[in-house]
């Protein structure tokens, strides 16, 4: 008995409003210039997403696996406990406003093309995550791992919250505001008033 591949089925410049996604891992996915509002997922694995948005949408505890994000936008949306550290590197480009990201996790993950704006990111990790570059802007940091991350470039200067060991991370010209400095000496045991 031979086995047959199913082609990917292919959707373009599609809205979805109010879905409740349950996808067959079976079916290989595309989504081109595709809007998804108020829809909740529970697998996207093997999913390609390219030039998509999702608003108001619950992404939480999702695993990536296999998955495909160029150019995506994530707007008011869920992520607690997402996982993007085992989705495609070709391509990848993700961007984040007013999320709700704790507990997410990017270990590995070149993200250098991405924007954080007005995300909660607490808990979330970003061990050898290539951060270099990447967008940041008014975002809580409370409890994010960042060990071996390459922060060159970003401008921590609206950010709260972060503790981020100088020792451990690559932080050429990286930029932080005069009042967040204790979450650079955190661990030198001193007292900053």
């Known amino acids: 008995m031979s086995s047959i591949k199913k082609a990917a089925k292919r959707i373009f410049s599609e809205t979805f409003n109010n879905i409740d996604f349950s996808i067959d891992k079976s079916d290989r996915l595309e989504y081109e210039d595709c ?5 909740t997922f529970n697998s996207l694995s093997d999913v390609n997403f390219m030039d998509c948005q999702f608003s108001n949408c619950n992404l939480s505890n999702l695993r990536f696996n296999f998955c495909g994000l160029q150019n995506i936008y994530f707007n008011e949306c869920k992520l607690m406990g997402a996982d993007f550290s085992p989705s495609k590197d070709f391509l990848f480009e993700v961007h984040f406003k007013g999320c709700n990201m704790d507990y997410s996790s990017f270990d590995k993950k070149r993200l250098n093309k991405s924007s954080f704006d007005h995300c909660k990111i ?30 060159s470039g970003l ?13 451990m991370n690559t932080l050429k010209k990286t930029r932080f505001s005069k009042m967040e400095l204790t979450g650079l000496l955190f661990r030198l045991d001193i007292i900053i008033e």
């Open 35 to 39: 809007e998804f509002a108020n829809c």
């Open 122 to 151: 607490h808990g979330a990790n970003f061990t050898q995550a290539d951060l270099s570059k990447a967008a940041i802007a008014h975002c809580d940091w409370h409890e994010s791992i960042f060990t071996n991350t390459d922060l």
């Open 155 to 167: 401008d921590f200067t609206t950010s709260r919250n972060f503790l981020i060991d100088p020792t």
